[in-house]
Each structure stands twice: as structure tokens, then as C-alpha cells.
């Protein structure tokens, strides 16, 4: 992989992280009736929090931080066979 | 509900979880066409899928633990290996045995099947969980497992036509590929693909299984994929339902779910012994048949007469 390109991935992969850590609040702080209407879990009238669609949020950004840990390593991913 | 659950019909459902869920004949089709088939006190199981709690969903998520701790059993190696794997491969940031190549191909293919599942999975079961539409998606299922074996025919007969001189023994290794070898992107297609099954009647399994022999895996390799991608998939589905199973929708009905899940087990186990076995010598074919024959024949009798 480019030096250029690389950093690309390991940016957009830290971000992409940070985005799901942002949504994950979202889940854990607001009520389902309270969430934004294009988020995954709205319901009108709903007043139960979403706290599984948060964490697993959390497990997605530790997998895309861990994509971005990976990313940065010198070794080059080679075929296993 | 315990009085709508009796314990015959929580064996019942979890024998039919166990194999379905593996076979690749979509286990959630089966749990809408089944009990609309019966009738009767069935029907009332059935009408339970479409609500967004209810005791029946805590019911299922005791068949889905049942199911995936048997498969993390059975591949219990496997799994040690692939977990080893991903823990040294996050050490040296270097991706180069199989079992590190494998590790991060699960994560590739559960994360977006999980995303779309956790995102559409309510909407999808309570549109489609009906029995015309779930014995349609079973019979294009059965299009699908029969589409995905002619492709592999023709890519096959493509081989021995472009590499006539080349051994029979030979060219069957030379067109099939180790599981290993699967690319990243290939494994994130694939686990899009298998969002597909959150509509009632398409099979997960099923959906792994052609895309695993298109990208040129033999039918054992493929079956054995589709186990070990399914095994995270249904473990989260049913940890993630696990506090319904002890809350107050569990109540008065634990005693059925503990014999229904036993029953799913036992069935979990037998179905992926006899898929490992058939599949080193057979196809999709007859799964596709099956899928046809019953898809279509459900469809004409909920299509035509309700």
C-alpha cells in the first residue's frame, strides 16, 4: 500500500471509529422517541433506551480501531498459502 | 404464554431450529411456514413473530444460544486457532498465517451482516414474517442454491476446457481454493450477502454456501465457512436477546425453552455432522429442490386459499 493512500485508510478508519463512539452516546443518552428519525432504533412514543444498539456500536469502533492499529503496521498483509 | 407454548411444541420448534438453522433451507421460513401449516393453537406462535416483545422472541433466543454454543463447540479447535490467530496478528500488525488470514475474514464477514441485522432486523421480521411471503423468499432460495451450483459447474468445466492435459485430480485442486485464501473484500461482499437472510425463508447458510463456491471454495470448505461464520452471527443474535430470556418475558415459561433449546442442540449437532459428511461427496442441489418443492408448494396453498 502507498505511503499516501495508507494514511487515507488509517484516518478514515480512526474517524469511522470515533463516528460509531458518537452514535453509541447517542443510543446511551437518548430515549428511542428522542433519537434523530434516520437513525436505526426511532421509534415515536418509545421511551426505553437502545443500550445494546450502543454497545454494539462500541464493539465496532474497537473493530475499526483496531483495523486503523492494523493498517499501521509495517508488515504487508501476504496470502496465507 | 405457557399456556400457548406446551412443551411438544417447544421440542418441536427447537428440532426444526437446529436443523434448519444449519441446513441451508432458512430456519426463520421454516418457523413462519411450520406453524401456519399445523394450524391451529400453532398459529398463535406464529402471530407472536410479528410483535416486537414477546415470550416466543425469549424462547428462540434460548434455541439460538443452544445452536451457537454447539457449533463453537464442534469447531472448538478451529476456534482456538482463529482466536490465537487474531491475537498474534494484532501483535506483529501483520496478517500472514491462515488462522490470522481466517480471524480477520470472520470479522469481515460478520460486521456487516451484523450492522444491517441490528439496523433492519425488526422492520424485516415484522413485514415479512408471514407465510406467502416467507414460502416465496423459500422458493427463490431454491433458485438461488440451483443458480449457484450451475456457476460452479460452468467454472469447472471452464478449467478442464482451457486445461484439457491437465489430471483430473489435478484440475479439482487447481479450481478450488483453500478457504485461507479469501480476500477481505471478498469476505465483506459476503457478509452483505448474508443480510439477505434476514428475510424470512432466504438461508443464511445457503447464501454463504454459493457465495463460498462462486469464489471458488469445493462444497466442504464452503459448508465449513458458512458453520464458522454463523457460529458469531447467532451467539450475538442470541446474547444479545439473552437479558429477554431472564426478564420478565422468560417467566412461566423457562422449563420450555430449557427443553426446547436441549432439543435444538441435539439436532444442531446431528445436522452438522451430516453436513460435513454429505458435503464432501454431494451438492446444493438436493437443498434446492427441497426449497422449491416446499416454497412453491406453501405458496399455492397460502397464495391461493389464505
Redesign the interface.
Given at each position: 500500500m502507498q505511503t499516501s493512500t495508507k494514511r487515507l485508510v488509517i484516518g478514515g478508519l480512526i474517524l469511522l471509529g470515533i463516528a460509531c463512539v458518537a452514535v453509541s452516546v447517542l443510543y446511551f443518552s437518548r430515549s428511542a422517541d428522542a433519537l434523530p428519525a434516520f437513525v436505526?432504533?426511532h421509534e415515536a412514543g418509545v421511551t426505553r433506551h437502545h443500550t445494546?444498539?450502543g454497545l454494539?456500536m462500541l464493539g465496532?469502533a474497537v473493530?475499526c480501531w483496531?483495523g486503523a492499529?492494523?493498517a499501521?503496521?509495517?508488515?504487508?498483509?501476504?496470502?496465507?498459502? | 404464554m405457557s399456556d400457548q407454548l406446551t412443551y411438544l411444541q417447544a421440542c418441536t420448534i427447537g428440532l426444526l431450529q437446529g436443523v434448519t438453522e444449519l441446513f441451508p433451507i432458512s430456519s426463520l421460513g421454516h418457523s413462519v411456514l411450520v406453524p401456519a401449516l399445523i394450524g391451529g393453537s400453532w398459529r398463535q406462535v406464529l402471530a407472536q413473530q410479528h410483535q416486537s416483545e414477546s415470550p416466543y422472541l425469549a424462547f428462540l433466543v434460548g434455541l439460538h444460544v443452544a445452536t451457537a454454543l454447539v457449533l463453537l463447540f464442534h469447531f472448538r479447535s478451529t476456534w482456538a486457532r482463529v482466536v490465537t490467530g487474531g491475537l498474534t496478528s494484532l501483535r506483529d500488525r501483520r496478517i500472514e498465517t491462515p488462522d490470522q488470514r481466517l480471524c480477520w475474514l470472520l470479522i469481515a464477514v460478520t460486521i456487516p451482516v451484523g450492522v444491517i441485522g441490528l439496523a433492519l432486523e425488526h422492520t424485516l421480521r415484522t413485514a415479512f414474517a408471514r407465510p406467502t411471503s416467507a414460502a416465496l423468499f423459500l422458493t427463490v432460495n431454491g433458485v438461488l442454491l440451483l443458480t449457484g451450483e450451475r456457476l460452479r459447474r460452468r467454472a469447472a468445466a471452464k478449467v478442464l476446457e482451457t486445461e484439457p492435459s491437465v489430471p483430473s485430480s489435478t484440475t479439482v485442486d487447481r479450481r478450488s481454493r483453500d478457504l485461507e485464501t479469501l480476500e477481505l473484500r471478498e469476505g465483506v461482499a459476503i457478509g452483505f450477502g448474508q443480510a439477505l437472510a434476514l428475510l424470512p425463508g432466504l438461508s443464511r447458510s445457503g447464501v454463504t454456501m454459493v457465495a463460498g463456491l462462486l469464489r471458488g471454495l469445493d462444497h466442504e470448505d464452503a459448508a465449513r465457512f458458512s458453520f464458522l461464520a454463523a457460529t458469531p452471527i447467532i451467539l450475538a443474535a442470541g446474547v444479545y436477546k439473552l437479558p429477554d430470556l431472564f426478564g420478565s418475558l422468560g417467566n412461566g415459561i423457562r422449563g420450555q425453552i430449557l427443553a426446547g433449546s436441549v432439543c435444538s442442540a441435539i439436532a444442531a449437532y446431528g445436522a452438522v455432522r451430516f453436513l460435513e459428511k454429505i458435503f464432501r461427496t454431494q451438492t446444493l442441489t438436493p437443498f434446492a429442490i427441497y426449497s422449491l418443492v416446499v416454497g412453491g408448494g406453501c405458496l399455492i396453498r397460502f397464495g391461493l386459499f389464505g
Open positions: 436505526p432504533g445494546k444498539h454494539a465496532l473493530v483496531a492499529w492494523m499501521s503496521g509495517t508488515g504487508r498483509p501476504g496470502r496465507a498459502r | -
